[in-house]
T-cell receptor, first 114, second 109 residues
Framework: NAGVTQTPKFQVLKTGQSMTLQCAQDMNHEYMSWYRQDPGMGLRLIHY???????DQGEVPNGYNVSRSTTEDFPLRLLSAAPSQTSVYFC?????????????FGQGTRLTVV | EDKVVQSPLSLVVHEGDTVTLNCSYEVTNFRSLLWYKQEKKAPTFLFML????IEKKSGRLSSILDKKELFSILNITATQTGDSAVYLC?????????FGTGTRLTIIP
């Protein structure tokens, strides 16, 4: 029963480097989303997807790209990392638009940009 | 823009005390309000509330929603050290889940 799997758990990047945070779920959930969590800021929505082939921007999308080619996977790309992107990133999924069911979270990726 | 405000930001109590955590919101097309508990890692689900005045209960935790006044409370009775965590309130509206900043609860033995 894997649920939502995020990789890697920890990452250090140099400013300007690119990388992809992976997120996969095995629950056949339509809705997937990415959040970042910073001290005193709570969880802020970066991008979300209501189904394969459909993505949309959340509250803080700048500097991040996403794609949703399959129901299972929702990778988050940092094209040119900046120190302001140092944060803990969470991927979440739910059966549908999360109005009638809770969101399940991955274990998080702690990213440091130096 | 959707907004969720939690209070207090931080709370320190002794084991056995009862605590009340608050969540107020301004959301377009409100669908539901959720409470999560976050210890060291991922948030874990506690409650989902969609109707006013109906209390949800799980052991020592309970929660209620007031859709007229746009707020919810989370009560924890007879607190234990294992209740120490950040409690997050989130609201669903227009396909998005918007979180508050959380209340950090610390239980002193």
């Amino acid at each position: 029963n894997a649920g939502v799997t995020q990789t890697p758990k920890f990452q250090v990047l140099k400013t300007g480097q690119s990388m992809t945070l992976q997120c996969a779920q095995d629950m056949n959930h339509e809705y997937m989303s990415w959040y970042r969590q910073d001290p005193g800021m709570g969880l802020r929505l970066i991008h979300y997807s209501v189904g394969a082939g459909i993505t949309d921007q959340g509250e803080v999308p700048n500097g991040y790209n996403v794609s949703r080619s399959t129901t299972e996977d929702f990778p988050l790309r940092l094209l040119s990392a900046a120190p302001s992107q140092t944060s803990v990133y969470f991927c979440a999924s739910s059966y549908s638009i999360p109005m009638n069911t809770e969101a399940f979270f991955g274990q998080g990726t702690r990213l440091t940009v130096v | 823009e959707d907004k969720v405000v939690q209070s207090p930001l931080s709370l320190v109590v002794h084991e056995g005390d009862t605590v009340t955590l608050n969540c107020s919101y301004e959301v377009t097309n409100f669908r539901s309000l959720l409470w999560y508990k976050q210890e060291k890692k991922a948030p874990t689900f506690l409650f989902m509330l969609t109707s006013s005045g109906i209390e949800k209960k799980s052991g020592r935790l309970s929660s209620i929603l007031d859709k007229k006044e746009l707020f919810s409370i989370l009560n924890i009775t007879a607190t234990q050290t294992g209740d120490s965590a950040v409690y997050l309130c989130a609201v669903v509206g227009n396909e998005k889940l918007t979180f508050g900043t959380g209340t950090r609860l610390t239980i002193i033995p």
